[in-house]
């Protein structure tokens, strides 16, 4: 079972929303606002990857794809999973399940995994910090660009642990304020290598940088081992 036993949800027009005490679908409030959903990718791809992160987006496409390739037939959970971009890097034979505080994203994202062929994907419109799932459930996190706006982050880190099985990897890209051009703004809360190293080691994480070159961003993995 996927949900667990405190959580209520309801699907509506392909999203699963969460429920509150009174039966009411619950809100969050988008850093950019539903409003602004269908200017996500180019934004990202034409302003935030050239401009704030002084990156390659063709690049980061292939770096994860790299990342990507030899996961299969797995449970995976992405976190703030955006308009979907992850359908085209992910493998289609995985079971997907995206969570993301906007509604608007959610919807592009559930066409382009539609159009990605994957035969088994469910969106979540949720918090990563109260996640719906079970204990245990997931092989797989992955999280793309989006650490730096998820609040504390030794809270997150104990809740994806919560859902990982033993054994299972966390798989993140995000920006980091050692490779960050001077004078250029990232928004949300920019953590180091090291601090981020920190912070998963001490909750029984092998943590891993990536050799890879990609402007202000950071690629790295986390084992989570024994919990």
């Known amino acids: 079972m996927k949900i667990k036993g405190s959580a209520e949800v309801v699907l509506k027009d ?8 009174k039966g009411k679908i619950r ?4 850093w950019l ?3 602004f959903a269908f200017a996500y990718d180019p934004i990202m791809r034409k302003s935030v990857f050239p401009k704030k992160f002084k990156g390659s987006f063709s ?6 794809k790299g990342e990507y390739q030899s996961i299969n037939n797995k449970r995976i959970l992405e976190i703030a999973t955006g308009s979907g971009f992850s359908s085209e890097v992910l493998n289609s034979d995985n079971s997907y399940t995206g969570i993301d505080i906007s509604a608007g994203l959610l919807k592009k994202a559930v066409r382009k995994f539609q159009a990605h062929q994957f035969s088994d994907a469910e969106f979540y419109v949720s918090a990563a910090s109260e996640l719906p799932f079970c204990d245990g459930y997931f092989d797989t996190v992955v999280c793309d660009l989006s650490l730096n706006f ?12 919560r859902v990982m099985k033993p054994g299972s990897v966390f798989y993140c890209s995000v920006p980091v304020p050692e490779k960050k051009a001077p004078g250029v703004v990232i ?3 920019l953590y180091s290598e090291t601090d981020l190293k920190t912070s998963f080691e001490k909750l029984n994480f092998v943590f891993t940088r990536k050799p890879f070159d990609n402007g202000a961003l950071l690629y790295f993995n986390a084992f989570l081992q024994d919990k």
Do not use: A, M, V
């Not at 809100?27 to 988008?30: A, C, G, H, L």
């Not at 998820?150 to 104990?158: C, V």
């Open 187 to 189: 928004h949300g809360n």
């Open 150 to 161: 998820l609040g504390d982050i030794d809270s997150f880190i104990r809740e994806i642990r």
């Open 27 to 30: 809100k969050f409030k988008p």
């Open 33 to 35: 606002g539903d409003i």
């Open 14 to 21: 392909g999203l699963y929303y969460l429920l509150d005490e």
């Open 59 to 64: 690049n980061h496409r292939e770096i994860l």
